[in-house]
């Protein structure tokens, strides 16, 4: 389905998905056309499924980032799921295996910011937050 061409492709749109096809084809010794109709392929076949923009967060006035596990009260792990999706403060949600349910990706200004998703957050249930201090491999 994917063959090491492919790879090479998806790892230039990963390093920059707004290279041109022209650039692209240079990069791993092909035509442009063969590299449009491998990434068109790629796209209707689900292995490309979108291309985002990265922003620089503190530029929008957001300086700080935290992972928060909550361990779900019981029963509400469904309402929980549910209402994940109403705090725009939240960047990534997943529901984990361990002593804790769900695994949350937050982006907050400050720490008074924190503090109050955190009192939102602990209706659900038990929190624990650790701030991102760095990115690893940036």
Do not use: C, W
């Amino acid at each position: 389905m994917v063959d090491d061409i492919d790879k090479k492709i998806l790892q230039e749109l990963k390093d920059n998905a707004r290279i041109s096809f022209a650039n692209l084809a240079r990069e791993i010794n092909l035509s442009p056309s063969a590299v449009r109709e491998r990434v068109q392929k790629m796209e209707d076949l689900g292995v490309i499924q979108n291309y985002v923009v990265q922003t620089d967060n503190k530029m929008l006035g957001y300086d700080l980032e935290a992972f928060i596990l909550i361990k779900v009260f019981p029963g509400k792990l469904k309402h929980v799921i549910q209402s994940i999706t109403e705090f725009p403060e939240i960047t990534e949600a997943h529901r984990i295996t361990g002593n804790q349910n769900i695994h949350l990706k937050v982006l907050i200004k400050d720490q008074i910011h924190l503090q109050k998703l955190l009192d939102q957050l602990m209706d659900f249930g038990d929190t624990n937050t650790f701030l991102i201090l760095t990115r690893i491999g940036d």
